[in-house]
């Protein structure tokens, strides 16, 4: 007989708010103390310590518009959030400050989240909804250069980008961004060259969140329908469907495989979180604590496999944070 899906090793309450994003910071050396920076409805960052499940921080930057991306740069200290107020907003944490050192105004009205990829030592590039609705820009960062705006070809319809993913295969390699749109297509872009390479229709709806496995060229995608589409990228930049894989409730707001590359988890409108094995997208267990949906999922970034982390966050303001599958 399977065994009963676990109970959260803890949950974290406190935000006052809708939980909309998450983000661990747990791969330093001792006596480093892991975090979980969480972001919430009411514009809110919240720094926790994962040692004593309480509250380091509170950052506040985004005028009580919903913060709904947050990730760190190079270590704990620098952060980057993303709020309803069309703003970027870069923060130093470093020695107990909490202060917005820089911005970038958006001027995008919509729930996606930006894209960084680190492309050298204190150079990241940074992957946006623009202004105009179907457009991506992306821009350097520390620097705020404009590095290209991708345009879909005329009359390509694709209405607004709902999700972005930069990549690259190695560090010398050319940064390539997937972006799913709301006509239910995702698009391969060359950013050097500010091109489409390659699109696919995946859903039958706007493409809610997407993750890639660079190592395999394998994505998957959500949406509001009942199916993840698997699509996976051949050697001439195409991108076609793998296969795709059915669930039992409509809706989910957030895809991300773990970062071993074994396991994935899916946050549902119908409050769970599912987990599914990545090779062969086997069914493993159905979490089911929230009362509400549940927006985000995040994995730890532990080096020690043992300490492993997933954490959820939902609209009945809690994080859950389990600890599954983690030995393997």
Not at 3 to 17: I, N, Y
Not at 157 to 176: A, F, N, R, T, V
Not at 250 to 261: C, F, L, N, V
Request: glycine share 8%.
């Amino acid at each position: 007989m399977a065994l009963p899906p676990p109970d959260p090793q803890f949950v974290l309450r406190g935000t006052s708010a809708a939980v909309h994003t998450l983000y661990f910071s747990c791969g330093g050396p001792e006596p480093d103390i892991p975090l979980l920076f969480s972001g919430s409805e009411n514009g809110f960052i919240h720094v926790w310590n994962l040692k004593t499940h309480r509250v380091d921080t509170a950052l506040d930057g985004h005028g009580r518009k919903s913060v709904f991306c947050v990730e760190t740069m190079d270590g704990k200290d620098r952060l980057l959030s993303q709020g309803r107020d069309q703003r970027i907003c870069l923060w130093d944490l470093a020695e107990g400050r909490t202060s917005v050192t820089d911005s970038v105004f958006t001027e995008h009205v919509g729930f996606c989240r930006c894209s960084l990829l680190k492309v050298a030592q204190g150079r990241w590039l940074m992957a946006m909804a623009a202004r105009s609705l179907e457009e991506v820009q992306i821009l350097e960062l520390p620097s705020k250069t404009s590095v290209c705006t991708l345009k879909p070809e005329v009359g390509a319809k694709l209405g607004m980008p709902m999700c972005l993913k930069l990549w690259q295969l190695s560090c010398d390699s050319q940064p390539l961004l997937l972006a799913g749109y709301e006509d239910g297509s995702i698009v391969l872009w060359n950013v050097s060259m500010g091109k489409a390479l390659s699109q696919l229709i995946c859903h039958q709806e706007p493409v809610m969140s997407l993750d890639f496995d660079v190592e395999k060229a394998k994505g998957i995608s959500g949406s509001s329908e009942k199916v993840l589409s698997i699509w996976s990228l051949n050697e001439q930049q195409n991108l076609q469907v793998y296969k795709t894989h059915e669930l039992v409730n409509a809706g989910i707001s957030d895809i991300t495989i773990r970062p071993d590359k074994k396991i994935l988890a899916t946050a549902g409108w119908d409050h769970r979180i599912r987990i599914i094995g990545w090779k062969k997208l086997k069914p493993l267990a159905v979490l089911d604590y929230h009362t509400a949906t549940v927006h985000c999922v995040s994995f730890s970034d532990h080096s020690n496999p043992r300490e492993r982390l997933l954490a959820a966050g939902s609209k009945d303001q809690r994080i859950s944070v389990w600890s599954i599958y983690a030995q393997t």
